[in-house]
Each structure stands twice: as C-alpha cells, then as structure tokens.
C-alpha cells in the first residue's frame, strides 16, 4: 500500500539527523516543564489567559490593526501593508533603494523565510547576510530551517565545521566555542559594514505601538547598534491589545521555547533612536505582512493565528521528532506547521493536503502551547478540508470510509460481518489483499478475531 | 474539554453500555468484564443490540458524512437519558468531543450534544459518577498504566490510578516519557507505518525499563498496537484492560 | 486599484464578518506571573544578585572589585560613560586604558565597555538600558565585558512591574545575562555577538 510522504521520508532519514533531532527536541520539552512549572503558581492557568488574549486580537484585527498603525506613526514609524510576499520584498528593496543602500544584516524572523526575502534582495543586487548563528549556517549551506527556533537542530558540528572550512572561516575546527568566536568575529564586521538592520517582533503593542524582539545572541540588538536604519516585517496576527499583556507573554515565551524566564535579550523598540544616542537607527519602517494571514482568519482554523512561534509544540511531538523539520516541505514544521502551512498555501492547499494527516492526534501539542490552540481539532477539520477538495496527497494509506459506514449504520449486516470475520482467524491474512490489513501485518500482529463472542456471552449468560 | 455537565446515574442506576466495535470484533472479555463490573457496582446495564461503532475512524480520517451517517445511527440506538458508559478513552471522547465538532452546522447538533452529555469512560464514571473511590478483592501485580492519549483533559487516568492504587497486591510503576504518544492513531497506524512503528518501540522500551508484569489501559486501541508490536518482534508483554483488572480483583476477592 | 491596505483590511473586515460575536479581552491579575520566590516584601538587589548569578552574570557592589575582575581577566582597554568616569577613575591603576569614547572604527580595540542601567528586575536578575541612560548602544553590546552601573532604587521586584514601569524611551532593552547561544547541538556557549560577561555594578 502507497504510504504517506512524511512517512517515507521519516524512514529515509539519516539515524545521526534523527538522533540529534530527537534529543533536541526532547531536552527542549523536558527543560519547558520544569522552568514553567516550578517557577509560576497556575503555569496552565497562564495558557488559557493567554489563549483567549490572543482569540481576541484575532477576532478583532479590524479595530487592533488601524490602531496599531496609529500609534506606529505617531512614534515616527513609516507603515507600510503588504498584502503578498512579493509586495513585502518589495517594500523592503525600495526602502534600500531610496536610501542607496546595498547591505542589509537580518536577524531571525520566520515572515521573511515565508516571501524568501534574502534570496529576493540577492538577486536584486543586495548583500543580505543572516547573523542569527543557526540562520547563517542556513545561508552558507544553501539549506532551509528545520525548526522554528532551533534551525540547524538537524545538524552536527562536524558538518558545522566543514562548511565553515568550505566558506573561508579557518581550518577544519569542530569544537562548539570555536565555532561561535568565529562567527562573532565575521559578523562583527559585516554589522558594522551594512546600512540597513532588518527584524521581525514577537509582540507588537496595539496600545503603544511598541515592538518587542527577543534573542539570546543579541544579533538583532547588534542590527539596531550599528546601523541607521530599520526595518521590522511583523505578520499582521502579531500584535496584544495592552503593554501590560506583554507581562504575561513574556512570562510565556522564553519558558516555552527555550526554558529560560526571559530570552537574554528583550528589546522594546518604540521608533527611531533618541537624539542624543550616537548609535542606531534615524529611520524605522514597519512592513504589516499579510501573506495568507486573512485567507487563515477566514477559514475554521483561525485559532492557529495566535501562534507566538515559540516552538514547543514541535519539541513534544512524536511524529516531529522521528520526521524532523524538513519532511513537512514548508517553512513551518511540526504541529503548528501541518494547520498552518497547508492554510498559508492558499489555493496551493493540495500541495500540503498531507501534513494534518501526519499526526497521530495525541494532543501533546496543545497541552504545551502557551496560546492554548486546539491543534488536534484544527488538524481534524484540515483532514475534512481535504477529502471535500479531493486532494490526492490526504487520501494516500487512508482506507475508504464508505463501504464501513454503510456497514455501521445496518446492524444486521453488522452483525453479520462481526459473525463472517471469524474467517480471519484460518485464512492466511497476509495475502488478503486488503492494503491496511497487510500495512498493519507489517509490522504487527492481528489479535485473534472474535467478533459476536461479547454479544453471545450476553445472551446466554444465566439470567438473574 | 467540558465535561463539567454531565448526566449522573440516577437511583435505579441504569446505564448503557456502548461495549465500541473494537471490543465487539476482538476483545469480548474486555466488555464482558465492564459489564461485571458495572453490575457489581449495583448498575443495571442495557446493551442496545444495534450499535455499532462511535464512527471515529471517519472522522479522523476526514470524511465527515460518512462518519456522521454513523454516529447518527448511534444516537438512534442510544436513545434515552440515562449515562452511556464507555470501556475506551477514545470512543467516549469521540462521543463527547467529536461528534459535536462534526456536528456543528447541522441541524442535529442538540442531540449529539445530548448524547456527549451522557456519555462517561469507565473509570471515570466509577470515581466520579457512582463515587466509588476504591477498589476491593486482590491482585498481585506490578502494573505499569498506559495513559491513552484521548483521556487527555479528562480525568480517567487519574481515576484508573485512584483504582488501581487502592487495590490489595498492586503496585504502579511509572513510566518514563509519559506523554509521548503509542503511535496508534487509528488509521495513522497504516497511512503512516514507519512512524507508528517507531513511536510504538520507543513507548515499550520505556515501559520495559519500568520492569512491570502487566500493562494496563483504559483503551484496547493501544494495547492492540503495542502487543502486535511486541509479539511481532517476538518479545510479546501481557496487556489487559483497566475492567479486567478490577474484574479479575474481585474474583481473586471472592467477590464475584 | 486599491492599495495593499485597504486589500488587506478589506480581507480581515469580510473574513471577521460571519462572526456571531467577537471573543472577548480577559483580564487578568499580575499575580499570576509572578514567580514563586518573588512574593512578599523582598530585598531586591539580593534577590537581583542570586537571579543574575544564576544566568552566569556577575553582580559586584564595589568598584575595587571591578577592577580586579577586568585585571584578571586581562581586560585593560575599554570604554567608559563619561558621565561615570570621574567617579570610577581613582579606582582604576595606571595601567588600564580607559577611554570615553567609543569609536566604532576600533570596535575590538574595546575589551569592556561601562554604561549606565536605569533600571533592573530583581526575579529575573535583569538589567534595564534605555538611549536615554546608555552613552552608546555599541559600548554596552560589542566589547567582550558589559558593565551596567545602577542604583539600588532602580531596582523593580517583577517583570509586571518592570513593563508598567517602561520609561518613554524610544528604546529600552532588558538585558539578563551575558549573549550566549545553544545552535551547535544544544551546546550553551556564551559570547556569541554580544558580550561574554555581564557585570552590574551596583554605585549608590
């Protein structure tokens, strides 16, 4: 029987990629429960608040994003909306133009991996260097992310240290610290060198327009050090209603990502830089992205915008971490990814229409979000999205469900059936060709067949 | 999950018993022993002769008339008012989670509400609904409990564990890794075999490592997975339903 | 042909329309996020000192400890805030090279930098800069050693707090602890773009 993509693709896995997604994976979920949970008084509590903070936003972007927009401006913020990736990369290009500007450093945010932004401005002519540790290994292997906090969580150092041989950056030197001082080293002078800093923001506050942009290497504050312009591209579900909610998400955030109480750095940028301080930014633009954004919030499955990418659903997930990141082919992996990569898809939904079948519904998923998202339920109401349209990738390994619902509306034939299988139990089922009986004899046995046993007992059993 | 509102037995202690067609097809001693036990506990169980199945696997599987056909025909045959108790985490989740969600733009939709209302895992409804707290007989045995992931949000793991703690001879050991999933997943299990397969090793080493005699469940679905799992690699381990050890105490008890 | 955002809010307008009713904001009280140990009345720069302690920070109450930190650890160049350094200079032997500029030019010629926090968390063993109270961003993120100098009063007890407190700055950062990053295999290393030791200097 054909089986799914992500399944082959889990099978054809290297064992040291699995390994070190795996581990990774783990030790992040471990870490997440004991920082939340030893720390904070009602942790799940906090879940719930938070999730219903962030349905809200959703629910009322009509009101939070003129709103937002407002208080940008008046903070001396240039918006700019982009409806599509492509307008995005634009933005961005024709504020380097104005400025004849033509090196840009960029610290992590997963909206410009959506628009592809620095393979677009390389194109153009423009020098777009990652400076998130991870990222830049990203960039100098011409790979993708495999983890939305962790990208190179499928590597080890030993490929680390080829590449960073490959690329001019000293002789072959596995040794993690090494590594590190010799991208602090080349980075420190390509900051310093560009003319424009590029960020995304974790949170933007529709009450004081302030963003907020958490890192531990301190790679998007050293954006804002050194050079005299920014820009922030900010998906447009980014946004809390008060600053006084940033006290409860950034109480949620770093826990649930990394373990930690708060990222190293938390930076609260309000506009350009003040006067009077020497270094930073003159100019700040704001991209307010769109993307597929309103095609989600349209769509039954518009609690998945409350994501705050934090990534600890992925951290728990068992079919994430035997698959690892790239086997969902898109920019979001894991759970959140197989709701809202197929969504983001757009008309393209069919080419995803695989990923919400790639889980076994535990629910693991969402007893760690910090925004509380039904994932399961989402990802059931995608699997319905996808037998409506038809779409051939969702139906792979599914056995057809309408001979047995038929069967399970007629009690007779039901029983009858439950009497018939019986047969079962002398044939060589093995060779029946009945492709979900042979995938699951693959690679298990069948319990002994004993349909209307239960029902006889029942029947003959000495009345009382 | 909101199961705050749910139906409780009333004097006479009536309940249905949906037995779920996984017991109906293979595991008869699993409903056999639900019934014994609901009866010693004073229930007066009915089994409506026409059911079938909760209509899970369509639902899981996207094809959500059919699955509708299905559990439409269940409300039918599990008409009344009186608690549908349920020897599967997942099916009665089904009842009271699913289906609503499938149901939710049709106009039918109050009935299936009705039946979620009413509907009650085991062990569950032995703590919670009848107030039954712990458990007589004896049973001696090391038990690791396998915390199926539909029960999650519910309180039948936790009621399991009160149960099973209580009883004379058992110890539960824990298990490492406990939230990670068997690998189950109804069809998951054929449309994506390698990755059930492995989630299913990783789960029976951890349950291995904690050295217990039995496996228990309050849901066969995964005990069918990980028992054919064993037994294919030739190191089979003895499962049983959480009924069957409470049944099995109180024989061992002399009181059944 | 309309513009990108009335596209946009075109589209969140019709999409938000069949919507029986909105969600509602909850409120909710501080007292939720705050951490266990940061209850009642607490000693904050104690409290502070043990948090920074705990992300590998370094917390100091005079300046002769400063400067046998920077001795050994054979920092002898670097940065100070011009506002600091008269007070701080008699500490300082002749053998350091302190200088109240920072010239981006000569970036590594800087092994520490000293600039002023105006504020602190005391749960969290955070430390607030603001443009305001920082002579220059680059002093205080790209020499290898950060000091951030701050005055017990500065010092809020939770992170609550810490956001109410949040000055009209076009920029204020929290910083806790030294830079670090766990890319390479989930192996912490600290110093990655910013600085490898972070130091407050408590100066009442």
């Known amino acids: 029987m054909a089986t799914q993509r992500i399944d082959q693709f889990a099978k054809d896995l290297r064992a040291d990629t699995k390994a070190a997604v795996y581990d990774g994976s783990k030790k992040g979920h471990e870490k997440r429960t004991s920082v939340l949970f030893d720390h904070l008084p009602d942790a799940n509590r906090l879940r719930v608040l938070a999730g219903e903070i962030k349905q809200h936003v959703v629910e009322n972007l ?96 030993r490929e680390i240290a080829t590449l960073f041989e490959q690329n001019g950056l000293g002789a072959y030197n596995d040794d993690p610290e090494t590594i590190t001082r010799r991208a602090r080293q080349h980075l420190r002078g390509k900051y310093l060198a560009a003319d424009v800093g590029l960020t995304g923001a974790n949170f933007v506050s529709a009450e004081s327009g302030r963003l907020v942009i958490v890192t531990n290497e301190g790679n998007s504050r050293f954006c804002l050090a050194a050079t005299k312009c920014h820009i922030a591209m900010v998906g447009i579900e980014k946004l809390l209603p008060r600053d006084r909610d940033l006290g409860l998400f950034l109480n949620l955030l770093a826990r649930s990502a990394t373990a930690q109480q708060l990222t190293v750095y938390t930076e609260f940028v309000s506009g350009p830089k003040a006067a009077a301080q020497p270094d930073g930014p003159e100019e700040m633009h704001v991209i307010l992205v769109d993307n597929g954004r309103t095609t989600v919030l349209e769509s039954d499955c518009r609690e998945i915008l409350r994501c705050i990418r934090c990534g600890a659903c992925l951290n728990v997930c068992p079919v994430y971490r035997q698959a690892s990141g790239h086997a969902y082919r898109s920019v979001y992996p894991g759970p959140v990814g197989a709701v809202l990569s197929p969504l983001l898809a757009g008309e393209r939904f069919p080419e995803l229409a695989d990923l919400p079948k790639a889980s076994s519904l535990c629910g693991a998923c969402n007893e760690v979000c910090p925004v509380n998202i039904p994932i399961p339920d989402l990802l059931l109401r995608l699997r319905a999205k996808g037998k409506r349209e038809k779409a051939p990738l969702a139906a792979v390994g599914s056995p057809p469900m309408g001979a047995w619902a038929l069967l399970a509306s007629q009690p007779t034939a039901w029983k009858a059936a439950l009497f018939g299988g019986k047969l079962m139990n002398y044939l060589p089922t093995k060779l029946l060709p009945i492709p979900a009986l042979r995938a699951w004899e693959a690679k298990r046995t069948l319990p002994a067949w004993r349909g209307g046993e239960f029902r006889a007992w029942l029947k003959n059993r000495p009345k009382k | 999950m909101n199961l705050a509102h749910r139906v409780l037995p009333g004097p006479d202690k009536r309940v249905q018993l949906m037995a779920t067609c996984l017991c109906d097809a293979f595991y008869d001693d699993v409903a056999r022993a639900t019934v014994e036990v609901l009866e010693y506990l004073g229930c007066a169980v009915e089994f409506p002769e026409g059911q079938t199945c909760c209509g899970q696997p369509a639902f899981n599987g996207g094809d959500w008339p059919a699955s509708r056909k299905v559990v439409r025909h269940t409300l039918q045959t599990f008409a009344g008012d009186v608690p549908v108790i349920v020897p599967s985490g997942s099916c009665a989740a089904m009842l009271f989670h699913g289906a609503p969600l499938e149901f939710e733009k ?69 298990v490492g890794e406990v939230e990670q999933c068997c690998g189950f997943g109804g069809t998951f299990s054929v449309s994506f075999p390698n990755i059930s397969s492995s989630m299913g090793e990783l789960k029976l080493e951890h349950i291995r490592a904690a050295k217990p005699d039995l496996l228990v469940s309050p849901d066969m679905s995964c005990m069918m997975h990980l028992s054919g799992l064993a037994q294919k690699e030739g190191h089979p381990i003895k499962t049983m339903h959480v009924a069957q050890v409470l049944r099995d105490a109180l024989k061992n008890g002399k009181l059944l | 042909m309309s513009t990108d955002r009335e596209t946009i809010l075109s589209h969140v307008r019709s999409a938000l329309a069949p919507l029986p009713q909105r969600a509602a904001l909850p409120d909710w009280e501080a007292e939720l996020v705050i951490m266990r140990q940061a209850r009642g009345n607490v000693d904050t720069w104690p409290l502070f000192a043990e948090r920074l302690r705990g992300v590998n920070g370094t917390p100091l109450t005079a300046v002769a400890d400063l400067v046998t930190l920077l001795e050994k650890g054979g920092w002898r160049h670097g940065y100070c805030d011009p506002v600091l350094w008269p007070k701080l200079a008699p500490a300082f032997p002749a053998t350091f090279k302190v200088e109240t500029v920072f010239d981006r030019t000569r970036v590594d ?32 993120l790209a020499p290898w050693v950060h000091v951030a100098v701050l005055s017990r009063a500065d010092i809020c007890v939770d992170v609550p707090q810490a956001v109410a407190a949040l000055p009209r700055d076009p920029n204020v950062i929290w910083v806790t602890g030294p830079s670090k990053t766990a890319d390479v295999e989930g192996i912490l290393i600290e110093g990655v773009h910013g600085p490898g030791v972070q130091v407050a200097l408590l100066l009442d």
């Open chain 1, 62 to 157: 009509d009101t939070y994003l003129p709103q937002v927009e407002a208080a940008l401006q008046a903070n001396g913020v240039k918006v700019h909306w982009a409806a599509t990736a492509e307008a995005a990369n634009e933005a961005v290009l024709s504020i380097m133009r104005a400025r004849g500007a033509t090196k840009i450093v960029k610290a992590k945010t997963m909206v410009s991996e959506e628009t592809e932004l620095a393979h677009f401005l390389e194109k153009n002519g423009v020098e777009c260097l990652e400076t998130d540790l991870g990222e830049f290994i990203v960039q100098i292997a011409h790979d993708h992310p495999s983890h939305i906090v962790k990208p190179i969580i499928h590597k080890n150092r």
């Open chain 2, 106 to 174: 049709e106009v039918d939709l109050p009935a299936v509400q009705q039946l979620a209302d009413r509907t009650w895992e085991l062990a569950d409804f032995i703590v919670n609904g009848l107030g039954v707290t712990t458990w007589p007989g004896r049973f001696d045995a090391t038990i690791a409990l396998h915390r199926a992931c539909h029960t999650r949000g519910t309180k039948t793991c936790d009621s399991a564990i009160a149960l099973l703690n209580s009883i004379p001879g058992i110890k539960v050991v824990p």
């Open chain 3, 109 to 140: 010629d800087f092994q520490f930098g000293i600039t002023r926090a105006t504020g602190a968390i005391a749960e969290t063993g955070t430390l607030v800069l603001t443009d305001a109270g920082t002579s220059g961003r680059l002093a205080a």
